[in-house]
């Protein structure tokens, strides 16, 4: 028994919000932001209307649609995403109801893994369809990352990478041994935690940090230790990046990952028909793929159009070739993520 991808779907908001857009904002340029990380434009949603949940659900239905079945059938949710609707519950239950799956047959559960989300969703729901215990899950992966932005200059070396959307795969048993995943690998490494991380709101309270940088509560107030004046008053609820150590790790993790699902399938470089990169930065793509000796037409690049949409970009860039016929039948496609934790890894599908 393998997992074979039935179907795929994605949605991107409408509006497009170029580099020369985020000028009015902070003090950045169309050319600083296409020359670090080759991104032209990214898409937000519309504030108050839309919401991680809604974009995934638009994704959803498109892959449910393109898988022929109906939401009724989805027998499990699997939800990856840093920017949820809620602190809690989390988007898949939301998802859910979006959908209109009433059953009680079907469960859900929400991933933290941030670019790594969706590559750890398929490697979970590989396991449940291999184990015979579920026939159609439903995994998306969608970032709102709009509504969690620092627009001020403070903010500008993370802000002007992300943006919204969503995308989403159907994945059912399948008996044919030459088609489904292949394998997936899994790593993390928490060295680096905080050097890629939102920190604020959480329980640390910043004591165990050791440092005043995450900001924290005065300890002599009696809870409400998730959010303080000072978190705001100091702009820290919002991510934070050391970009140049987060581009030297991922530029090793990357071709290693892959590697490593090449060589357990006694696989080589030179069998990958697409790769699908997690679109953290063009640059760094682009190393990988001069690190793999691979050209031009095998890699997917969309990060020009939709910035770094986290948990998102692989099932948008997936489900994009598809649909134009990049990714046909027999091809073998390598997904590969890295990201916050540090947590990273690949997959390898026989489509
Ligand atoms: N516009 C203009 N100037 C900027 C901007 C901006 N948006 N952001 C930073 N700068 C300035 C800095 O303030 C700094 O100015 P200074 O020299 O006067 O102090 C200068 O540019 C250089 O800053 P660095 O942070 O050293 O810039 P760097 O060359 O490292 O580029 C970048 C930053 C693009 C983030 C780079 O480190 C990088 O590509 N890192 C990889 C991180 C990444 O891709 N993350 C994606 C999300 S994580 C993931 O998905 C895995």
């Not at 898409?43 to 449910?64: F, P, V």
Request: hydrophobic residues 40%; charged residues 20%; aromatic residues 8%.
């Amino acid at each position: 028994m393998r997992t074979k991808i039935a179907g795929t779907g994605h949605y991107v908001p409408e509006n497009v919000v170029t580099n020369d857009d985020l000028t009015k904002y902070m003090d950045t340029s169309n050319e600083w932001i296409i020359e670090r990380t080759g991104i032209e434009e990214r898409r937000y949603a519309t504030k108050h209307k839309e919401s991680t949940t809604t974009l995934g659900a638009k994704a959803a239905r498109m892959a449910i649609k393109n898988a022929g079945i109906t939401a009724e059938d989805i027998d499990f949710i699997i939800f990856a995403t840093l920017s949820p609707d809620y602190y809690f519950p989390g988007c898949g239950v939301l998802l859910q109801r979006e959908l209109g799956i009433t059953g009680i047959e079907a469960g859900a559960l929400d991933i933290r893994n941030q670019c790594s989300g969706f590559v750890y969703g398929l490697s979970i729901a590989d396991q449940f369809i291999k184990s015979g215990m579920y026939k159609n899950i439903l995994l998306v992966g969608a970032e709102m990352h709009s509504m969690g932005l620092d627009f001020s200059t403070e903010g500008r070396n993370v802000t002007v990478i992300f943006g919204d959307g969503a995308g989403a795969v159907v994945l059912q048993p399948t008996e044919d041994e030459n088609q489904g995943i292949l394998t997936t690998c899994l790593h993390s490494d928490g060295t680096h935690a905080e050097e890629l991380a939102m920190i604020n709101p959480g329980s640390h309270g910043g004591y165990h940090l050791g440092t005043e940088k995450f900001g924290y509560p005065d300890p002599s107030t009696p809870g409400g230790v998730f959010v303080t004046q000072k978190m705001v008053d100091d702009n820290m609820l919002v991510p934070n990046m050391t970009g140049q150590l987060v581009f030297k790790t991922a530029v090793v993790k990357f071709p290693q990952v892959i590697k490593e699902a090449l060589e357990k399938t006694n696989l080589s470089t030179s069998d990958i028909d697409l790769l699908i990169p997690h679109q953290a930065n063009l640059r760094i793509s682009q190393f990988v793929q001069k690190t793999l000796r691979l050209s031009d037409e095998k890699v997917v690049n969309n990060i020009q159009k939709y910035g770094n949409t986290t948990a998102a970009s692989i099932p948008i860039a997936m489900s994009e070739a598809w649909h134009d016929g990049r990714i046909k039948d027999g091809d073998l496609v390598c997904l590969a993520a890295f990201g916050s934790g540090f947590t990273w890894g690949s997959v390898l599908i026989r489509w």
